[in-house]
């Protein structure tokens, strides 16, 4: 399975019988065949098709992980974490097992650790607050994926530690981390620093040059992410924006879920900006839409789309309405 995995070879009916023999042997296994194993899976995207496997596992890594090597819970966490697959008791194992090794433990490893809890949505502030620690430690041995997941992971937990966040950052801008990141990277580190108001100027600077060269190849997701998240963090970049808003124009609305719409109309009109063509692509959108938002949604939509209304009249731009509250973007996987 694991050179399958390197290979990208994704056979089904080989990787069914693999998966089936793993199952029934699975107290044979150790800690690296676990990693491995479950790694080749996720990486191969044969999840779904093979629940008994991921039963199995799960109950042999929660009695099993405890031996396991750094890099081998890091592949674990990681697996798990990427297939949102694992109960309580086997994060608590893991937990227990990282904070034993924590030392030991490889910014890529903080990384996994904490993206897999966060993605899980399990609350381990002991875990952590152990991670931030160790990170602040060795923050020039980060890479920019390091960076991007760990701030993602601890913005999503609602554990940011603020100094490692800036240091990241100041980390990130002077490595010249941004230049290499893909569309799905720059929305995520975008996201991680408004949604933790770090406005931390030169990163979000750098971020809107990579946005304003490379919006055009954005999923909407993205779109919406960057344009809530500059909004949010009050940081209002015209050639971030600019790009931003030429892929919303155009009939390129009709493609973005209600949520995203929302983010849309509730950043342009925090910002202040005009544009009379997104203006009536909004318009357009929303009202044949409508029966698509949920409440708080069709209000968040609309008061911003009167405030724009409203200030397109007047000639200036105003803050969105006051009973437009804040919508949360979604996160970006």
């Known amino acids: ?47 779904d098709e093979a629940p008994e496997f991921w039963k199995a596992m799960e109950a042999v890594v929660q009695r099993k992980v405890h031996s396991a090597k750094f890099v081998d819970l890091s592949m674990i966490a990681w697996a798990f974490g990427t297939a949102e697959l694992g109960g309580k008791a086997m994060y608590s194992a893991m937990s227990s097992t990282a904070m034993s090794i924590l030392q030991e433990l490889t910014p890529q490893c903080l990384a996994n650790i904490a993206l897999a809890f966060a993605k899980m949505g399990i609350s381990d502030p002991e875990l ?25 992971a601890l913005a999503r937990a609602d554990k940011v530690n603020f ?15 941004v230049k290499r990141y ?49 909004a949010a963090a009050d940081m209002r970049h015209d050639s971030a924006f600019g790009a931003l808003a030429r892929e919303c124009k155009g009939g390129s609305l009709w493609r973005f879920r209600p ?20 203006f009536r692509d909004m318009v357009q959108v929303a009202s044949n839409r409508l029966s698509e938002f949920d409440g708080q949604g069709l209000v968040n939509m609309l008061s911003s789309l009167v405030g724009l209304c409203t200030d397109r009249r007047r000639g200036t731009v105003e803050e969105a309405p006051d009973d437009a509250e804040e919508p949360a973007a979604s996160r970006p996987g």
């Open 1 to 47: 399975a694991y050179a399958a995995a390197k290979l990208a070879w994704r056979d089904v009916e080989t990787l069914s019988e693999l998966a089936a023999c793993a199952a029934a042997k699975g107290e044979d296994f150790g800690p690296t065949d676990i990693a491995k194993m479950c790694w080749a899976l996720v990486k191969l995207d044969f999840v």
């Open 259 to 278: 949520d995203e719409f929302c983010a849309v109309c509730w950043a342009f009109a925090k910002i202040r900006w005009k544009d009379d063509e997104l």
């Open 128 to 152: 952590f607050e152990a991670i931030s620690r160790r990170a602040l430690a060795s923050v020039p041995d980060f890479a920019d994926f390091d960076v991007v997941n760990l701030c993602w």
């Open 182 to 230: 893909s569309a799905q990277m720059a929305s995520q580190m975008a996201w991680s620093y408004a949604v933790s108001r770090v406005a931390h100027q030169p990163l979000f600077d750098d971020l809107a040059d990579f946005i304003a060269r490379h919006a055009s190849v954005f999923e909407t997701q993205y779109v919406a992410n960057c344009a809530w998240s500059y």
């Open 163 to 177: 100094e490692l966040f800036e240091l990241f950052a100041t980390h990130t801008v002077r490595s010249g981390f």
